[in-house]
């Protein structure tokens, strides 16, 4: 695995409606790579590899936003406070540090009301992201030279191999961009059976947003979504709650929240998994979305839509972990489903 290029993705920022420095960043990669580049009025980047013909299109998206804040009020002792841009754990936020984004990047830490000064019934109560703020540790004077309301917040942690497995702020969904990162790198000069776009969508932990828009824009007949999903194989959990388990290879998503993937398309990759020996896993995950029910509901004419994820622990927190053997294997799945697409009866049976 190309660790360096994993690392510098998932730590760059960019939650949703400002992933312009991702996006810059992936251009940098693939801009040698593929026959064509280009961005569209929403911010989606979409790279283009030409197939043995166009009369067909396959889209394959991963989401280039992550989890963050967004500054909506200072106070006169110059703490800041904000709203979620996508959903929060609460309890993860206590005194970690946060990188506010202003006219420089100034490193705060989250805070709230000291567990000594609690009463024994707030002690009790789950913490709302309302009761944090985010101290600076300077006075409003200083903060306001560098942070205007508008200004966006990150989570501050850099990515380290733990054992098997990498973690870092973001895995969801960097992890699916160095995947298709990747996967276009292995498929430049293959023989790709139709026009393929890969597509960094924007926008995705606020509402699906830019997927809607590029599958609009592209009509693929075939979609692949690339995200992240739920590893709750931890102590406590039940077997039927664990969702996935690290270490057992790409999950091939049958169903989540929005969407419902294209028998045709689960069987197929299943198919192509057995083939090829690539270990995976099934996926219902019964709380949460990803691009899959963009793509597979704004296509003009329908898509044969599927998705794979990447088994996470600890997801949207300060922290996440996955394990590079998932990861390969994600690689692995979509190159043989993309290059083997036209040899499939796609026919409903």
């Not at 993705?9 to 420095?21: D, L, N, R, S, Y």
């Not at 980047?45 to 396959?58: N, P």
């Not at 959903?87 to 990047?105: E, I, N």
């Not at 960094?200 to 699906?208: A, W």
Request: hydrophobic share 40%; glycine share 8%; with cysteine.
């Amino acid at each position: 695995m190309n660790i360096a290029l994993l690392k510098e993705v998932c730590e760059t920022p960019g939650v949703p409606g400002h992933e312009q420095k991702v996006r810059e960043l992936i251009t940098r990669e693939l801009k040698e790579v593929v026959d064509q580049i280009y961005t569209d009025n929403m911010g989606n980047l979409i790279a283009v590899l030409k197939g043995k013909t166009s009369d067909k299109k396959v889209m394959a998206a991963a989401h280039m936003d992550e989890i963050g804040f967004i500054v909506h009020y200072i106070d006169d002792n110059g703490f800041l406070r904000f709203h979620p841009l996508g959903g929060f754990d609460p309890k993860t936020l206590t005194s970690q540090r946060v990188v506010v984004h202003g006219k420089k990047d100034l490193v705060g830490v989250m805070g709230t009301k000291p567990i000594h000064l609690m009463t024994p019934e707030e002690r009790t109560k789950q913490l709302q992201l309302s009761d944090y703020f985010i101290d600076l540790g300077m006075k409003k004077e200083e903060v306001v030279k560098w942070v205007e309301v508008g200004n966006v917040v990150t989570r501050e942690r850099e990515l380290i191999e733990i054992g098997d497995c990498v973690n870092c702020k973001s895995i969801d969904n960097r992890v699916a961009v160095y995947i298709l990162i990747e996967l276009m790198r292995e498929l430049k000069g293959k023989s790709i059976p139709y026009d393929f776009y890969g597509v960094f969508t924007v926008q995705e932990e606020v509402g699906i947003r830019g997927a809607m828009v590029a599958a609009h824009h592209i009509n693929a007949e075939f979609s692949f979504c690339i995200d992240t999903t739920i590893a709750f194989d931890v102590p406590g959990a039940k077997p039927e709650e664990q969702v996935t388990r690290l270490g057992e290879g790409v999950a091939i998503k049958i169903m989540d929240s929005s969407a419902i993937c294209d028998y045709r398309m689960v069987r197929y990759m299943k198919e192509q998994a057995a083939k090829y020996q690539i270990k995976w896993q099934p996926e219902i995950l019964p709380a949460g979305g990803t691009d899959t029910s963009g793509m597979q509901r704004m296509s003009t004419y329908g898509t044969i839509a599927g998705a794979v994820s990447v088994p996470t622990r600890h997801i949207h927190s300060v922290i996440e972990t996955a394990h590079k053997g998932d990861i390969q294997c994600n690689i692995d799945l979509l190159k043989a489903c993309i290059l083997n697409l036209e040899q499939y009866n796609w026919n409903f049976n």
